[in-house]
């Protein structure tokens, strides 16, 4: 199939590359030609504009916004939607909250344009790894882009199947779903990144009370001097607490034991918040996922081995990297 992905970052990039490895033509347009240029040079076309793009894809013309959560994310598929024709296609797979896709959705679909909402998760590791993707939409218009969606998929790999899953969907094994209508897929995305952010801390304390039993406040005979690199790689092999973030764990302590080249000061994207929001909306407890969204605005005004941690994972799975914490009460 041809498509246009427009923002060729961390994920645009190699979305793009993926796409071209299972055989798509895949035309692409970002706001730094020099990205552009490098990525026209495995294959894609590129394009100086919107415009332009728009021009050289094939109706029904279908478009991958691939961009941060926000204002260049709505004014992007503003200019889409006046470039493009009814039947044509609007995809987001970027992080934006759900409620903004419900409302694009609403606006686009009386001018007979499809939206479709991608919650992306893959981070860098994408291209090799595949991206795990949750979806909102139409139903025929996300069964129309499935080859899409298989191409960029992990598939089954080699995870065993789940017993009893004849009567269910089929695509979840492959690593993505159809799960509801506009902003359902965003929405599952978000609770993703939630869980994460309750995953992440609860390795980082664990490992934070690992680093600190050498200490000289417990009796000498409770103290133990753990290598926490070894730790972590033991418990990748067979645990029932492993996973790619353990993975990820265990690769940062490897390399730097005491994580000294992370700062601490751990960000948050959104999703966290967003999640927070909808568990209060719908009266759900929260405990976790609360907590660990605090302790992320807590490790801007004092830093810890954890926080390092926490850091660590984050570069680990998805190439980000730590910004200088923000005065208290400044956004």
């Keep these: 199939m041809q498509l246009g992905v427009i923002g060729l970052g961390r994920m645009g990039g190699n979305i793009t590359r993926r796409l071209m490895r299972h ?8 706001v730094a030609p020099d990205a ?4 026209a040079r495995e294959g894609a076309v590129g394009a100086d504009s919107l415009e332009n793009l728009a021009a050289a894809l094939k109706p029904p013309r279908i478009a991958w916004v ?3 959560a926000g204002r260049i994310t709505e004014e992007t598929i503003a200019t889409l939607a006046d470039l493009f024709a009814p039947g044509d296609i609007i995809i987001d797979g ?14 686009l679909t009386p001018r007979g344009l499809h939206y479709v909402d991608v919650g992306t998760s893959g981070g860098v590791w994408g291209l090799e790894r595949g991206f795990c993707m949750m979806i909102g939409g139409e139903k025929a218009v996300v069964g129309r882009l499935d080859p899409i969606f298989q191409a960029l998929a992990p598939g089954i790999g080699d995870i065993a199947r789940t017993p009893k899953r004849e009567n269910f969907d089929p695509r979840a094994e492959q690593g993505y779903l159809h799960v509801g209508p506009a902003g359902a897929g965003h929405f599952v995305k978000m609770v993703h990144n939630g869980i994460e952010y309750g995953l992440m801390q609860a390795y ?5 009370i690992l680093r600190h039993r050498v200490s000289a406040h417990l009796a000498a005979n409770e103290r133990f001097d753990l290598n926490l690199a070894d730790i972590a790689e033991v418990w990748r092999r067979g645990s029932v607490v492993s996973s790619w ?5 265990a690769a940062a302590l490897a390399e730097s034991p005491d994580l000294a080249h992370f700062s601490g000061a751990v960000a948050d994207s959104g999703e966290g918040r967003w999640t927070i929001e909808a568990a209060i909306a719908e009266a759900v407890p929260a405990n976790v996922l609360s907590a660990a969204l605090y302790a992320r ?10 926080d390092k941690l926490l850091s660590a994972m984050r570069y680990g799975f998805g190439g980000h990297v730590e910004k ?6 400044v956004p």
């Design 36 to 39: 552009v240029a490098a990525i």
């Design 245 to 249: 973030l353990l993975d990820l764990t």
């Design 94 to 107: 970027g992080n934006s909250f759900f409620k903004d896709d419900i409302r694009r959705a609403e606006t």
């Design 297 to 306: 605005f807590r490790s801007r005004e004092s830093e810890s081995f954890a």
């Design 23 to 30: 055989g798509h033509q895949v035309n692409v347009f970002d």
């Design 66 to 68: 691939m961009l941060p």
């Design 204 to 208: 980082a304390e664990g490992f934070d």
């Design 324 to 329: 200088p914490a923000p005065q208290r009460g």
